[in-house]
């Protein structure tokens, strides 16, 4: 694996030659080595690579024996929404956030949605998907699918004086 997709922030490189479906399996099973959840949030971009990632992705959750809450094609700020408003262990977006269609990547939270970095846990998941020993769980996670998108607009509603809005 390409040590220099890890970033401050996030997981992120050109996709394939950079990251690839691998990779994220990699991670995502340092992530649950390192997190422990039981159940996680996971959701991704428009990014024509980022289906074939997120199965990835949902991969190594099962092998890890962690369920997935597929919240489905989503911004990062409702994956972090929903891994906060619904109490989860955590969540990954399939996102390569601002860069150009060529980059994917991995951004990262625990529980709360507070973000992975290199000073919060990406340091040490990092260190364990360059290991990458890991074992499966004798149970594989499931996976069901969640459409946030009525609560999360309700809450951004909930934030603003409608009468302030003008059409």
Not at 95 to 122: F, I, Q, R, W
Not at 125 to 146: C, H, M, Q, R, Y
């Amino acid at each position: 694996m390409n040590k220099d997709i890890f970033k401050a922030y996030d997981v992120r490189g050109v996709y394939p030659s950079e990251i690839d479906e691998e990779a994220v399996y990699t991670v995502a099973r340092a992530y649950c080595s390192f997190l422990k959840p039981k159940k996680v949030v996971l959701g991704r971009d428009v990014r024509i690579s980022g289906e074939s990632l997120f199965k990835a992705a949902c991969k190594a959750f099962s092998d890890a024996g962690v369920d997935v809450i597929d919240i489905g094609v989503v911004t990062t700020d409702m994956l972090y929404f929903a891994v906060a408003y619904y109490g989860y262990d955590g969540g990954i977006s399939i996102t390569a956030s601002h860069d150009s269609a060529e980059y994917n990547g991995l951004k990262m939270v625990s529980s709360n949605a507070k973000p992975v970095c290199m000073d919060s846990g990406l340091e040490e998941i990092k260190t364990l998907a360059l290991k990458g020993d890991f074992t499966s769980a004798a149970v594989g996670g499931k996976i069901e699918e969640l459409t946030i998108i009525d609560d999360y607009l309700g809450k951004i509603l909930s934030l603003i004086d409608e009468g302030l809005i003008t059409r």
